[in-house]
């Protein structure tokens, strides 16, 4: 015998509400429609549905009770809706439940259809230069999609037109009987659509899409970052079943320079000086990304020492401002010098009390030089 009480997981003295309560809260937790007709949840409805045939009705329950058995197969196709509520448990609660309706616009076991799914988002990776990262441009990209075909208006009919299915008579949706419930599941023949294609596009095999190769024309900003995505509304892939298509997303990789090095916002940028220019002071023209650019340096210019171009940067992304350019000085020692050169480079290091060494003047040069370095 079973425990139609278990089954419904409530007590054998439980008001005729509380049954009808835990049946609504089971029937939503089991029906094969909400568990993509999974086996064991139909096998659970079937359970619930009989155990709540024999226990909603008062009269059945009380022969229940004292036999141990209410005939519950007798009342699964003459079962009394009015009786035991059946628009108020089931039509009131799935419609509250699913907010018109659990089984489609037009109510229960109304037909549904397909539902429309979004098309998968789509990736483009972009390799930029340096300049190109610092200035912005336009590139024009080759995007491999699907698209709906031109051939059958993405009908997959070489005529455009396509007959009612058999199995579901176009609803989309197979229908049988489970106890006093109308099961609705997808119609495998025609794949929800409700339609049969007798002879399929030739172009598109009848799938309604096709391959294409969409060329699309985009502008990168000036300042973008290696790794920065950008997002295109409605360029990815074709939705299904008149759902919206999914984007396409653009990733920048920028090359590194053989120059410039990037910080943030910040370009990092070496400049040989010579030894008189290090010690007496100049005015020489560095390197930028925008040109040349004069660069004052002060007397006893130190190796490794920075200088500042203000606003001589990366422009800063959807800003009119851009970072700084630093440089940072190197002393080039020459490796030769002429009679005249050596004759004052020795009196200079007299002059500062410095002796001579037996490698020479240059080597005690690069010495200084590199320690500084």
């Not at 997959?156 to 949706?173: I, L």
């Not at 440089?327 to 010098?337: D, E, F, I, M, Y």
Request: net charge neutral; glycine share 14%; hydrophobic share 30%.
């Amino acid at each position: 015998m079973k425990d139609y009480y278990e089954t419904l997981g409530v007590s054998k003295d439980a008001s005729q509400e509380e049954i009808k309560k835990a049946f609504r809260h089971l029937a939503l937790k089991y029906h094969p429609d909400r568990n993509n007709g999974a086996k064991d949840s139909e096998e659970k409805f079937k359970e619930i549905n009989e155990a709540y045939t024999c226990l909603g009705d008062a009269s059945k329950r009380a022969q229940y009770d004292a036999t141990g058995t209410c005939n519950p197969g007798a009342g699964m196709g003459g079962f009394d809706f009015q009786g035991a509520g059946f628009g108020d448990v089931f039509e009131n609660i799935f419609d509250s439940f699913f907010g018109g309706g659990a089984f489609g616009a037009s109510g229960f076991g109304g037909r549904r259809g397909p539902r429309p799914e979004r098309g998968h988002d789509l990736r483009y990776d972009i390799e930029l230069d340096l300049e190109e990262a610092a200035s912005g441009v336009k590139r024009t990209l080759k995007i491999p999609k699907t698209a709906s075909c031109s051939e059958c208006s993405g009908t997959g009919s070489k005529t455009g037109r396509t007959n009612t299915c058999p199995d579901c008579r176009g609803t989309g949706q197979v229908r049988y009987q489970q106890g006093f419930f109308s099961v609705s599941r997808t119609c495998s023949k025609c794949g929800g659509t409700g339609q049969i294609i007798t002879e399929k596009c030739s172009r598109c095999s009848g799938a309604g899409r096709v391959k294409v190769e969409r060329e699309l024309t985009i502008t990168i900003p000036a300042g973008v970052e290696d790794g920065i995505r950008f997002r295109i509304t409605g360029e990815g892939e074709l939705g299904t079943h008149n759902g919206p298509p999914g984007d396409l997303y653009v990733v920048a990789s920028v090359k590194e320079h053989a120059m410039f090095k990037r910080h943030g916002d910040d370009i990092l940028v070496e400049h040989q000086f010579s030894v008189t220019q290090a010690i007496l002071g100049a005015e020489v023209e560095v390197n930028t990304l925008w040109g040349p650019e004069k660069l004052h340096i002060p007397p006893g210019t130190q190796p490794g020492q920075t200088f500042r171009l203000k606003g001589m940067g990366m422009p800063r992304l959807h800003k009119k401002t851009k970072g700084d350019q630093i440089v940072v000085a190197r002393v080039a020692v020459p490796s030769k010098l002429t009679v005249k050169q050596r004759e004052l480079v020795e009196e200079l290091a007299r002059e500062s009390g410095e002796t001579i060494h037996k490698g020479g003047v240059m080597e005690k040069l690069r010495d200084i030089f590199a320690a500084g370095s």
